[in-house]
C-alpha cells in the first residue's frame, strides 16, 4: 500500500485557510493531511517560498499534491519554485470539490490522486438551472402529463 498523499493548498489570503477548514468540516480525519498557506497581500514571494518549504518539510513525505489557486499569480509562482526536485505534483486552479475528492483519494498513489482532483475540479464546474423543478409554476389539472416536472 502507498503511503497517503499529503496536500498542500497554496492560495491568497485567506482562501487557502478556507479550503482547508471546509475539508475538515467533511473529513473531520484529514487535519494531518492537509496544510495551508495564505499568501498574504506585499508578502515577499521568497518569504513565502521559505514558509510553504517548512510546511512542506513538516509534512514529512515525499508524494505531495500541492494546490494553488490562480496560474501566473504569485501563489502558483511560489508552488512551481517549491515542487522543482521534489517528488510532489502542482494542480492550479483549486476549488472545494477539487480539493474534497483529492482528500477522498489521499490514500492512492500521487498520480491517482492527481488525476481524481483535476477530474473532481472540472466536474464541479457546472451551470445550474435558474428555478428548480419544485419552484417552477404548476400547470391546469387538464394537463395530460402530471410527471412533466419531474427531470
Known amino acids: 500500500m502507498s503511503p497517503t498523499t499529503r496536500i498542500l493548498i497554496i492560495a491568497h489570503a485567506p482562501l487557502a485557510h478556507a479550503l482547508r477548514e471546509c475539508a475538515l468540516h467533511v473529513f473531520a480525519d484529514c487535519g494531518d493531511s492537509v496544510v495551508a498557506l495564505d499568501v498574504q497581500p506585499n508578502q515577499p514571494p521568497e518569504e513565502s517560498l521559505a514558509q ?28 512551481q519554485r517549491l515542487v522543482e526536485g521534489v517528488r510532489s505534483r502542482l494542480v ?60
Open 52 to 79: 510553504a518549504r517548512i510546511l512542506l518539510d513538516q509534512l514529512g513525505v515525499d508524494t505531495t499534491l500541492v494546490l494553488t489557486d490562480v496560474f501566473g499569480a504569485t501563489p502558483c509562482n511560489v508552488a
Open 92 to 151: 492550479t486552479g483549486v476549488n472545494l470539490p477539487m480539493l474534497l475528492r483529492a482528500v477522498s483519494y489521499r490514500s492512492e498513489a500521487l498520480e491517482s490522486v492527481v488525476t481524481r482532483a483535476v477530474v473532481g475540479g472540472t466536474q464541479g464546474v457546472m451551470q445550474v438551472a435558474i428555478s428548480a423543478p419544485q419552484n417552477q409554476h404548476r400547470r391546469h389539472r387538464h394537463d395530460q402529463d402530471p410527471y412533466d416536472h419531474q427531470q
